[in-house]
C-alpha cells in the first residue's frame, strides 16, 4: 500500500502562472482534504470531499480549485499563482470526516 | 468554528524525562482529539487519539488526557528518546466536520 501520493515534492512558479497539485489514494477513503502549512499557522484546510462528485470549502478556499471525479484522485488547482500561496500544501485521506486521517509528504510550492 | 491553542510551541528537555504539550478547544460538541508526530520533511502521522467518551487513553509511552468540563487535552510523552524530537500537532473535530489543528510544538529531546 502507498498510502496517500503527491506530486510534485517540490515546485517553483512564477507570479500569475497556474499548475496542479496531484493527490491519489489507495485505502479507498471517501475523504480527502487539502491543507496548507505555514510557520506559525499550522494546518489550515484549504478544500475537502466527502465522496466522488461532492467537494466543499474550507477555511482558506480563496485561490484555488478542487475537484473529485474518482474516489482515488482530489487534484488541488492553483489558478493564478500569488506569492501568497508559497507554502507547503499536504492532501489528506480517512474512511469518514471524523476518523484519523492519513497525510501525504507534501507539495513544497515556492511562487516567486 | 473551533479555536484551538497550543502550548508550549517549542519545548526541550533531556533524554529520559517526560514531555507535556497542552491544547484547549473552545467548542463544547468537539468529540474526536487526535495527535500528529511531524518529522522533518515528511507529512504529520497519528500516534494516538481519544474521543470524548474517554478520559485518557495510553499507548506504551505515549498518553493523552481529557479534560471535558475545561475543555483541553494533553499529551504526555514518557521516557524521551532523541527520535521523539518532532514536531506535534494536536486537533479538534466534532462528527461530521472538519478537524481544526493546532500551532504545533516543537519538541526537542536532549541526549
Known amino acids: 500500500n502507498a498510502g496517500v501520493t503527491q506530486t510534485p515534492k517540490f515546485q517553483v512558479l512564477k507570479t500569475g502562472q497556474s499548475m496542479t497539485l496531484q493527490c491519489a489514494q489507495d485505502m479507498n477513503h471517501e475523504y480527502m482534504s487539502w491543507y496548507r502549512q505555514d510557520p506559525g499557522m499550522g494546518l489550515r484546510l484549504i478544500h475537502y470531499s466527502v465522496g466522488a462528485g461532492i467537494t466543499d470549502q474550507g477555511e482558506v478556499p480563496n485561490g484555488y480549485n478542487v475537484s473529485r471525479s474518482t474516489t482515488e484522485d482530489f487534484p488541488l488547482r492553483l489558478l493564478s499563482a500569488a506569492p501568497s500561496q508559497t507554502s507547503v500544501y499536504f492532501c489528506a485521506s480517512s474512511s469518514n470526516i471524523n476518523q484519523p486521517q492519513h497525510f501525504g509528504d507534501g507539495t513544497r510550492l515556492s511562487i516567486l | 468554528g473551533e479555536n484551538v491553542e497550543q502550548h508550549p510551541s517549542t519545548l526541550s528537555v533531556q533524554e529520559g524525562d517526560s514531555a507535556v504539550i497542552k491544547c484547549t478547544y473552545s467548542d463544547s460538541a468537539s468529540n474526536y482529539f487526535p495527535w500528529y508526530k511531524q518529522e522533518l520533511g515528511k507529512g504529520p502521522q497519528l500516534i494516538i487519539d481519544?474521543?470524548?467518551?474517554?478520559g485518557e487513553k495510553k499507548d506504551q509511552r505515549i498518553a493523552v488526557t481529557l479534560n471535558k468540563t475545561a475543555k483541553h487535552f494533553s499529551l504526555h510523552i514518557t521516557e524521551t528518546q532523541p527520535e521523539d524530537s518532532a514536531v506535534y500537532f494536536c486537533a479538534a473535530s466534532k462528527t461530521g466536520n472538519q478537524f481544526y489543528f493546532g500551532t504545533g510544538t516543537s519538541l526537542t529531546v536532549i541526549p
Open positions: 481519544i474521543r470524548s467518551n474517554v
